[in-house]
């Protein structure tokens, strides 16, 4: 089984940004018997980071993927510049797939012409106004060669029954790309399960 984590899990645990893409940080996690990780992207600071560093030890990783930086991705300046540099860092660190949140994309053309980024695409949490439910991921997933990263917390705050969980695992099975788990407790997304 492939099991891991996000690099940003613990970013309260770290005295500036950056230390999360540090050797002993991600050496700790397979310590604990990880064997995938996401690394959380926030800003093209950290994209950077991951361009300039050799970071050979995610080789030692089994899956290793991107969350893409929370931003509005539209045909400007700004998207193609994170864009490339998401483009850079899969072809430098053989990146498996690359996260971005569904109500952040204006231009979902733009995101289709790099061709480079394993594309997939996350379901969204009930605060959010698109992408928390099956026809809304249907209408980007139908039309569009995206994987799905299915998010099982943001599925039980749209539906507590957790059919829709079931609805998009089938709709999706064969592009499933990652399940995002995390506990639920109210008004704290993503909770730790541990508590």
């Known amino acids: 089984m492939i099991l891991g984590f996000s690099n940003g899990d613990f970013w309260k645990l770290h005295e500036f940004e950056l230390a999360r893409f540090k050797d002993e940080y991600l050496k700790f996690l397979l310590d604990q018997g990880t064997n995938a990780l996401e690394l959380n992207c926030r800003n093209l600071e950290s994209l950077n980071f991951l361009l300039e560093n050799n970071m050979e030890i995610l080789s030692e990783f089994r899956f290793v993927s991107i969350h893409a930086p929370d931003i509005f991705y539209e045909d400007n300046n700004t998207s193609h510049e994170i864009l490339n540099s998401i483009e850079k860092a899969c072809k430098k660190h053989s990146i498996q797939n690359v996260v971005f949140h569904v109500d952040k994309i204006t231009d979902w053309d733009l995101i289709a012409k790099y061709t480079q980024i394993p594309v997939s695409v996350e379901n969204m949490d009930d605060t ?27 599925c039980f705050t749209n539906d507590s029954t957790m059919s829709l969980a079931v609805e998009l695992q089938n709709s999706f099975s064969d592009r499933i790309a990652e399940y995002h788990l995390s506990g639920f407790k109210e008004k704290v997304l993503h909770y730790p399960l541990f508590k």
């Open 128 to 154: 959010k106004v698109f992408g928390q439910t099956l026809d809304d991921m249907k209408s980007i997933l139908d039309k569009y060669d995206f994987n799905l990263t299915l998010d099982l917390q943001h």
